[in-house]
């Protein structure tokens, strides 16, 4: 991960933050406006009219996970509904779960209508009896357990000495010890046929970020503590490190759909991302689906950065306007 996960959607919902959130979300709106061209008066960068690239169009699926046992926790929106998504065109057989039944459903749906196969279970991964009965009945449903994609997680940022100790526990208990638990139910299900095991990590590094950063920091230390206890049963386990991703987790609330496209194409230029985009959730999902088939068997206890560009840290760089930048 890159250092530019925006949390403008996070302040806004921070206790005590609403004034840096409302700040942010202006200071967006403004920056945003004049990438577009909307504020008269805002001189534009040549930069933000250049036309950004754009991700390649997807390959087909190959139906490389055709009749596999594919679990996910946090496919509710975002990266874990992409990949649950991909994981089904491949033919996998997916369990997923997240707090919102409503978006639950939604995604298990879609995945019905477009023929594949998926079964919801609303689970909280902060509690471990949720987390140990949504695998347990997983397996249970679907006879096996191959794949885990443990990518749950959540981001609250403040300065450390503002950072309250509810929301580095809240992160903490969702982001590593989630993970920590995932793993620890998962691991006695694929140690009768072996399996794949790939975490949700992060590279960012960025004022504000320490719960953030440290929670992921830590999946990355579990997965490599793990991948040699389990190595030698034929269980792999790697994390993923997504560069700055067009999820919710990163665009603040209610945006207009045209101010949040402007200020991407201003944030693209501005940041460390070679490719001057975003990632878009599907091809993140594409290489979450890459590293869990036999073409990465010699990957363990990796944490492979798909960010765009190597990560870097400092403070966000916004686009012209944005006061918090
Ligand atoms: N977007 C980025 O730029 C970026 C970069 C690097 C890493 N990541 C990581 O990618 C992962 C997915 O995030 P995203 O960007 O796709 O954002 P997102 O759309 O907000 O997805 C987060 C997912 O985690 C689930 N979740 C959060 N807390 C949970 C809990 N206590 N129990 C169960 N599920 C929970 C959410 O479901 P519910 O709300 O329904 O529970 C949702 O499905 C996260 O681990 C994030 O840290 C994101």
Not at 27 to 38: I, Q
Not at 104 to 129: F, K, N, S
Request: charged residues 20%; hydrophobic residues 40%; aromatic residues 6%.
């Amino acid at each position: 991960m890159t250092a530019q996960e925006p949390t403008q959607a996070e302040a806004a919902q921070e206790p005590g933050g609403p004034r840096r959130g409302r700040r942010a979300f202006f200071g967006l709106a403004a920056a945003a406006a004049g990438a577009a061209g909307l504020a008269g008066a805002v001189a534009i960068p040549p930069y933000l009219t250049e036309t950004p690239t754009s991700a390649p169009p997807p390959a087909s699926p190959r139906g490389r996970f055709d009749g596999r046992v594919v679990l996910i926790t946090g496919a509710t929106s975002g990266i874990g509904e992409a990949t649950a998504k991909a994981f089904a065109a491949e033919g996998a057989k997916v369990g997923f779960c997240g707090r919102r039944a409503h978006h639950g459903r939604r995604v298990e749906q879609e995945i019905r209508e477009a023929g594949g196969i998926a079964r919801y279970l609303q689970a909280d991964v902060r509690d471990p009896e949720q987390l140990r009965r949504f695998v347990d009945e997983t397996v249970g449903a679907f006879g096996r357990l191959d794949v885990a994609f443990n990518n749950a997680g959540i981001t609250k940022s403040a300065p450390l000495h503002e950072m309250t100790l509810e929301d580095w526990t809240d992160v903490q208990h969702t982001n590593a010890r989630g993970v920590f638990l995932a793993i620890k139910y998962e691991v006695p299900h694929m140690l009768k046929n072996g399996g794949v095991i790939i975490c949700t990590a992060s590279e960012s590094r960025r004022p504000g970020g320490v719960a953030y950063s440290s929670s992921k920091q830590a999946i990355k230390g579990i997965v490599e503590a793990a991948s040699m206890d389990y190595g030698s049963k034929g269980i792999r386990i790697n994390a993923i490190a997504p560069g700055t991703t067009d999820t919710a987790l990163v665009r603040p609330p209610s945006l207009p759909d045209a101010v949040w496209e402007a200020f991407k194409r201003a944030w693209g230029p501005r940041n460390a991302s070679g490719l001057q985009r975003m990632a878009s959730a599907e091809e993140i999902a594409r290489s979450v689906v890459s590293l869990a088939t036999a073409e990465f068997s010699y990957m363990a206890g990796s944490t492979v950065l798909v960010g765009g560009a190597p990560f870097g840290g400092g403070p966000m760089n916004m686009p012209p306007g944005f006061p918090a930048g």
